[in-house]
């Protein structure tokens, strides 16, 4: 069965690092998404792609970069890791850009930045 | 510009009892609207999608919602709750222009026996 992963499911960073969250997907999709879940905010879009050498900045994208070199993978990295940027991440993806898509979620990778 | 409001960040009910989780929208053109269930330590999974089809949607496990364009809402119900029904919903908007998605806030639904 096709699928969303993300790697690692849980991390632990200091201050000013740099750290690369892992999205892989075997559905075959064009675009994909990275979001984080806060209390409180729901979840927020951060980068999005609609395609390999596509990227796009969301609403809350300062201090984040993607990169998509294929189809399958959408890695986020965090330049400079700060605290406000602990918090749990999401990636989707879905088959095309309509709006009537379905996104379908990867489990989530929970980031402490200490 | 699109956004959500999601009334109410936590509804409790008991077993059997009506749920309500209560989603607002605002879109400058048709929207499609979407909801979503997350379940502890879990990714989101779509529980029902409004498409411009038929504006009363069903959707997996016992889920409905019903599009009015008249009060911008599309408020969650299920007839009767069950435990595993505890979880939290979140209500998104899309347009045709395919950005990604507009959540709202999101809602916790406790079930007690």
């Known amino acids: 069965d096709a699928e969303i992963t993300q790697s690692p499911r849980h991390k632990i960073t200091e201050t000013g690092r740099q750290v690369t969250l892992a999205c892989h997907q075997t559905?075959?999709?064009?675009?994909m998404f990275w979001y984080r879940q806060d209390l409180g905010h729901g979840l927020r879009l951060i980068h999005y792609s609609y395609g390999v050498q596509d990227t796009n900045k969301g609403e809350v994208s300062d201090g984040y970069s993607v990169s998509r070199s294929n189809t399958e993978d959408l890695p986020l990295t965090l330049e400079s890791a700060a605290s406000s940027q602990t918090s749990v991440y999401f990636c989707?993806?879905?088959?095309?850009?309509?709006?009537?898509?379905?996104?379908?979620f990867g489990p989530g990778t929970r980031l402490t930045v200490l | 510009a699109q956004s959500v409001t999601q009334l109410g960040s936590h509804v409790s009910v008991s077993e059997g009892a009506l749920v309500l989780l209560r989603c607002n929208y605002s879109?400058?053109?048709?929207?499609?609207l979407f909801w979503y269930v997350q379940y502890p330590n879990q990714g989101l999974q779509l529980l029902l999608k409004y498409t411009s089809a038929a504006t009363l949607v069903k959707g997996i496990n016992g889920f409905e919602a019903e599009f009015k364009k008249s009060e911008t809402s599309f408020h969650l119900t299920k007839p009767s709750a069950h435990m595993s029904d505890a979880a939290e919903y979140f209500c998104?908007?899309?347009?045709?222009?395919?950005?990604?998605?507009?959540f709202g806030k999101g809602t916790t639904l406790s079930v007690s026996s």
């Open positions: 989707a993806s879905s088959e095309s850009g309509r709006g009537t898509d379905t996104q379908y």
């Open positions: 998104a908007v899309s347009v045709e222009a395919g950005t990604a998605l507009i």
């Open positions: 879109s400058s053109v048709p929207p499609y």
């Open positions: 559905w075959n999709h064009n675009n």
